[in-house]
């Protein structure tokens, strides 16, 4: 079982930047493929990106190609989520998501943290 802590949230101003974390337990961190969600007050969660369990494969959102950046360090069990150029739209729950595979997390199959609000203002 893995277990996921996500941290970094908060509010910024649009055209500012964030930089979210999610803390995983657990030694087999380096064999799960990780995503971040996000979902927005009334509205489904929705896919922001997606990273191989070796780093070397991610994927985005059409939404926030170009401004966000997934990253891991496997040594700290630890997934990044480097949030440049934020718009108001932005504005929702962050959660990342654990499985086995690229296709399995952009999914939304695997394990789950608590999130984390990030809020952008106008």
Known sequence: QVQLVE????L???GGSL????AASG???SSYAMAWFRQAPGKEREFVAAISSSGAITKYA???KGRFTISRDNTKNTVFLQMN??????TAVYSC???PSLMSVQAQQGYW???TQVTVSS
């Open 85 to 90: 150029s934020l718009k108001p739209v932005d």
């Open 113 to 115: 943290g608590q999130g």
């Open 97 to 99: 998501n654990a499985a």
């Open 12 to 14: 910024v101003q649009a």
């Open 62 to 64: 059409d939404s926030v």
């Open 27 to 29: 030694r087999t961190f």
């Open 19 to 22: 930089r979210l974390s999610c």
């Open 7 to 10: 941290s970094g949230g908060g």
